[in-house]
């Protein structure tokens, strides 16, 4: 059953503290994305990367850090510079044709 | 500067009427173009895309959207709508000289009443 894997799908972060967002791939697509979603803003590039060891920031990288190790995992960490990291985040694939997929997305809250 | 403006935030609709999300894009050349919808709490499904050819596109769940380039328009309709058609719809542009970027609407809610 081929798809994005993202977890966990809610996740609590406290003042100060450096979280991990997982996504997990098995499409075999090499483009991952990672975008962040707030109410009414649509969707913003936070970083994206083409091809293993390779990454780019989007439009909205300060305060977060990726790293693409192996083509299946693209993780996302929000760090303690990230000083409203309350969002729900997306990490999507694309394949030929410019077509994406998503995972289910992960909730990040603030204590 | 590219760019997709969704000029409508919310919409809603009986159910059993026709429904039409516009869409309009700042774009040099010529674009891709996508719309996708959004459950709540969920990821986004790809509904239908626009590469080139013919200007009238069918997507699933019965969607279909024209593209107009005259009007910059890639409008996105339905001739009858379902109470599960209840969703966020979003239009996107391929920025194809950036690194494969899509380029995001800010998106409309579509509420449907029974």
């Known amino acids: 059953d081929g798809g994005i894997t993202q977890s966990p799908k809610y996740l609590f972060r406290k003042e100060g503290q450096n979280v991990t967002l997982s996504c997990e791939q098995n499409?075999?697509?090499?483009?991952m994305y990672w975008y962040r979603q707030d109410p009414g803003q649509g969707l913003r590039l936070i970083y994206y990367?083409?091809?293993?060891?390779?990454?780019q920031k989007g439009d909205i990288a300060e305060g977060y850090s990726v790293s693409r190790e192996k083509k299946e995992s693209f993780p996302l960490t929000v760090t303690s510079a990230q000083k409203n990291p309350t969002a729900f985040y997306l990490c999507?694939?694309?394949?030929?044709?410019?077509?994406?997929?998503f995972g289910s997305g992960t909730q990040l809250s603030v204590l | 500067a590219q760019s997709v403006t969704q000029p409508d935030i919310h919409i809603t609709v009986s159910e059993g009427a026709s429904l039409e999300l516009r869409c309009n894009y700042s774009y040099g050349a010529t674009p891709y173009l996508f719309w996708y919808v959004q459950s709540p709490g969920q990821g986004l499904q790809l509904l239908l895309k626009y590469f080139s050819g013919d200007t009238l596109v069918q997507g699933i769940k019965g969607f279909e959207a024209e593209f107009k380039r005259s009007q910059s328009s890639f409008n996105l309709r339905k001739p009858s709508v379902h109470w599960s058609d209840a969703a966020e719809y979003f239009c996107?542009?391929?920025?194809?000289?950036?690194?494969?970027?899509?380029?995001w609407g800010l998106g409309t809610s579509l509420a449907v009443n029974p």
């Open positions: 990367s083409q091809i293993v060891n390779d990454f």
């Open positions: 499409l075999n697509h090499d483009a």
């Open positions: 999507a694939t694309m394949e030929e044709g410019e077509k994406l997929f």
């Open positions: 996107a542009v391929f920025n194809a000289g950036n690194n494969r970027k899509l380029i």
